[in-house]
């Protein structure tokens, strides 16, 4: 009987891992495929295809819809948009006796030219109920300085349906993407290498002795941040998370992603 028992959980959790699978993989193109046709308007400097991509409901309430696509217009350049997907989606999803409603968002790095754009595109993929909110619900496009800026922010502004722009403000200083996120950044020493932060890192976790050998990073807001050179000579980032001058986790990443973990976190 124990046998029998263990094969029909061990079914179970199999058939629930691959349809909870199969669901994130349809839900992910869904999502891929909406964003890369609004990217494509976007590119084209189509107002109309770009407006097509929100949902009925945002056409119809959305009043500052047709502004906003102008303004989109005017500062996002034409030309090739480079969005970088995430593989993990946040959403919202409601199963009402079977009336399904489901949503998928995700803030997403975009580069173009020369510059890197920020955009939260919410997308109600499914709903039942009210089929004219199928679309495009929530698009907020920001430069990196508005981007950056808004951490320093303590109240976020409400987020209504439709198309918000944010493109007015400067940030003073350099700003840098690291791991999907614009900092401003200002370091002290260039030229840190990676094998050498290693190989202190090994001997030590005295925070005050690596600002003394390393100088101060170039950020410090979520993590501490500092520009390294890796191998090949690439520039990538160390993320340190220091409490009480101990450094409890180190890793490293790139403009876009994780790379590897150098110390496991010790808290």
């Known amino acids: 009987m124990r046998r029998i028992l263990s094969a029909i959980l061990a079914f179970i959790i199999c058939f629930y891992m691959a349809s909870c699978s199969y669901f994130e993989a349809r839900e992910q193109a869904l999502y891929e495929k909406q964003v890369n046709g609004f990217f494509e308007a976007l590119d084209k400097g189509d107002k109309e295809a ?5 949902s009925k409901t945002v056409q119809k309430y959305d009043t ?4 906003n696509i102008d303004k989109i217009l005017s500062v996002y350049p034409r030309g090739s948009s480079d969005i970088k997907f995430t593989e993990v989606l946040s959403g919202e999803y409601e199963n009402d006796y079977g009336s399904l409603y489901s949503c998928a968002r995700s803030t997403l790095p975009v ?9 939260e595109i919410e997308y109600v993929y499914e709903d039942d109920d009210h089929p004219d909110n199928v679309g495009l619900s929530r698009v907020y496009f920001s430069t990196a300085d ?13 987020k209504a349906l439709g198309l918000e722009v944010f493109s007015e403000r400067r940030v003073e200083g350099e700003i840098r993407c690291i791991n999907r996120i614009p900092y401003e950044f200002d370091q002290e020493k260039d030229g840190v290498l990676l094998s050498e932060i290693k190989a202190f890192l090994e001997e030590s976790d005295d925070y005050s002795a690596f600002t003394e050998k390393f100088g101060a990073p170039g950020t410090n807001f979520f993590y501490t941040y500092y520009e ?4 090949e000579d ?8 220091i409490i009480d001058n101990k450094i409890c986790y180190a890793a490293v990443c790139d403009e876009f992603s994780y790379i590897e973990t150098i110390i496991e976190e010790n808290y």
């Open 228 to 231: 390294v050179v890796g191998d």
């Open 50 to 54: 770009v407006k097509a991509h929100f």
């Open 146 to 158: 508005e981007y950056c800026l808004s951490f320093t922010e303590e109240n976020e502004p409400v």
């Open 64 to 67: 500052d819809l047709s502004g």
């Open 234 to 241: 690439k520039v990538v980032y160390l993320e340190l998370d």
């Open 111 to 119: 580069v173009n030219g020369e510059n890197i754009y920020w955009f």
